[in-house]
């Protein structure tokens, strides 16, 4: 039997360190609208709901063809809420007016390098799980992590494992870090917050930057536009 899923995007108006992130013209077009119109390719989701409180996301949002099925609790709002409460509003929300969802996708409203196709390898891979699960998009450290330092204000630098430094990168296991593009629940994970849900990766096979600072901003914009070209 086929698993209905549910892409969830949150996009809350409320940004500090980038204002108005979410909606912030990326390559000419609002950074939602690239993440929105590249998950709906392929009809991979029954429904796809982008979580907000802001008039002008969701104006932004119902115009270019992805109107919200219900506008999000300003009290879900701030700058401390996890993430996993707005999740759960919305799938609570959807099941009181009848709708249910096997596969429940938490995609970032400016995942703007994901590929739609890695997403829907991941979803069904996720689905072939026996177990309660969840599974995150990851991608390895440049670098092992074991020869991480610290700079102090005068620039002097410590390590973090001294013992490490000299070590071989053929000899130290492979790190990974999620790369906040999606991460893939089924009901039982999300809703019940089951505390013994297997935490998986799906390593994502293109590179991508979690977008944090205008610097990130420009880079992310030069890598799709390398992309863009190469098409």
């Not at 609790?73 to 809420?81: G, I, K, V």
């Not at 409460?85 to 249910?100: D, F, H, I, N, W």
């Not at 430094?165 to 906040?180: F, G, I, M, N, P």
């Not at 809703?191 to 013994?196: S, T, V």
Request: some cysteine.
């Amino acid at each position: 039997m086929k698993k209905k899923r549910l892409a969830i995007i949150p996009a809350r108006g409320g940004s500090k360190r980038i204002p108005r992130k979410n909606i912030k013209p990326f390559l000419g077009k609002p950074i939602i609208l690239h993440v929105l119109d590249e998950i709906s390719k392929e009809g991979l989701f029954d429904e796809i709901h982008v979580s907000t409180e802001d008039d002008e996301i969701l104006d932004l949002v119902t115009k270019a063809g992805y109107p919200p099925a219900f506008r999000r609790d300003p009290l879900l709002s701030d700058d401390y809420t996890p993430l996993g409460e707005v999740l759960c509003s919305v799938v609570e929300r959807y099941r009181v007016e009848k709708q249910t969802f096997d596969t429940i996708v938490l995609i970032y409203a400016t995942a703007a390098l994901m590929e739609e196709k890695s997403l829907s390898a991941a979803v069904r891979k996720f689905e072939m799980l026996k177990v309660p699960a969840e599974m995150i998009s990851v991608a390895p450290y440049p670098v092992p992590i074991e020869w991480a330092m610290r700079m102090d204000t005068s620039g002097k630098l410590t390590a973090v494992q001294q013992n490490k430094l000299s070590v071989r990168s053929q000899d130290l296991e492979e790190s990974w870090y999620e790369t906040a593009e999606f991460v893939i629940y089924g009901k039982r994970s999300l809703l019940d917050g089951y505390k013994g849900a297997l935490k998986m990766g799906f390593p994502v096979p293109y590179f991508t930057i979690d977008i944090d600072t205008l610097e990130h901003w420009r880079m992310a914009e030069l890598i799709a536009e390398m992309k863009n070209e190469k098409i």
